[in-house]
T-cell receptor
C-alpha cells in the first residue's frame, strides 16, 4: 500500500525480553518519527530522523530504547529488557520533510504487551 | 514528556448536537494541529493552524489558534455517529531542527446511550 506500515501489529512478550518494532515509511519521505501512546494518554514523542542528520533522541525514556533507520527508509525501534510499563501502542509517522508538521502520516501502530 | 492540557477528557454526543473541546499549554507554539484517531488506527490530521487568531474550517469542523499562541479549540457542528473517536490536539514549533509534535491526552467522543 501507499501508507506507512508497521509490523508486527501486535506483540506480546515476557518481561526482560528484547523486542524489535518495524516501520516502513511512505516512499520518498525523508523524515520519520516514533511516538508512544499509553492507555488513555496522548502520543509521546520518542525519536525523530531527518535525512542523513543525526537523529533527535531527546524523547527516548531510557537507554533501553534505541532506534535505527537504514538507508534512509525502514526504521527499527528496539526495546531491550522490556518492562511492564513499556506496554503501549508504538506509532510511527513519516513526512516528506521535517519542516511541515501537518504532513506527518501515521501508521496503524504496534500494540506491545509486556507480561 | 511535555503534554498539553486537553478538555474535556470524554463526552457523549447525540446526533445533531454541537461539540466543543479545547487545548491549553504553558508554552507558546507556532503551529496547532487537530487529529482524530479511530480504534486500531493511527491519528489522521483534521485541521492545521499556523497563525495566532486564525480560524479555519473543514466541513463541519472549525478550529481556532488562540491569540496568546497557548491555546486552541475545535468545534464540531451537527454531530453524526461517525464523529465518535478520540480527538487530539498537538502543538509544534517549526523552523529549526526539531520535528516532533507535542500531543494532548485526547477527548473521547462517544454516542449517548
Amino acid at each position: 500500500g501507499a501508507g506507512v506500515s508497521q509490523s508486527p501489529s501486535n506483540k506480546v512478550t515476557e518481561k526482560g525480553k528484547d523486542v524489535e518494532l518495524r516501520c516502513d515509511p511512505i516512499s520518498g519521505h525523508t523524515a520519520l518519527y516514533w511516538y508512544r501512546q499509553s492507555l488513555g494518554q496522548g502520543l509521546e514523542f520518542l525519536i525523530y530522523f531527518q535525512g542523513n542528520s543525526a537523529p533527535d533522541k531527546s524523547g527516548l525514556p531510557s537507554d533501553r530504547f534505541s532506534a535505527e533507520r537504514t538507508g534512509g527508509s525502514v526504521s527499527t525501534l528496539t526495546i531491550q529488557r522490556t518492562q511492564q510499563e513499556d506496554s503501549a501502542v508504538y506509532l510511527c509517522a513519516s513526512s516528506p520533510s521535517g519542516r511541515a508538521p501537518e504532513t506527518q502520516y501515521f501508521g496503524p501502530g504496534t500494540r506491545l504487551l509486556v507480561l | 514528556g511535555q503534554q498539553l492540557n486537553q478538555s474535556p477528557q470524554s463526552m457523549f454526543i447525540q446526533e445533531g448536537e454541537d461539540v466543543s473541546m479545547n487545548c491549553t499549554s504553558s508554552s507558546i507554539f507556532n503551529t496547532w494541529l487537530w487529529y482524530k484517531q479511530d480504534p486500531g488506527e493511527g491519528p489522521v490530521l483534521l485541521i492545521a493552524l499556523y497563525k495566532a487568531g486564525e480560524l479555519t474550517s473543514n466541513g463541519r469542523l472549525t478550529a481556532q489558534f488562540g491569540i496568546t499562541r497557548k491555546d486552541s479549540f475545535l468545534n464540531i457542528s451537527a454531530s453524526i455517529p461517525s464523529d465518535v473517536g478520540i480527538y487530539f490536539c498537538a502543538g509544534a514549533n517549526y523552523g529549526g531542527s526539531q520535528g516532533n509534535l507535542i500531543f494532548g491526552k485526547g477527548t473521547k467522543l462517544s454516542v449517548k446511550p
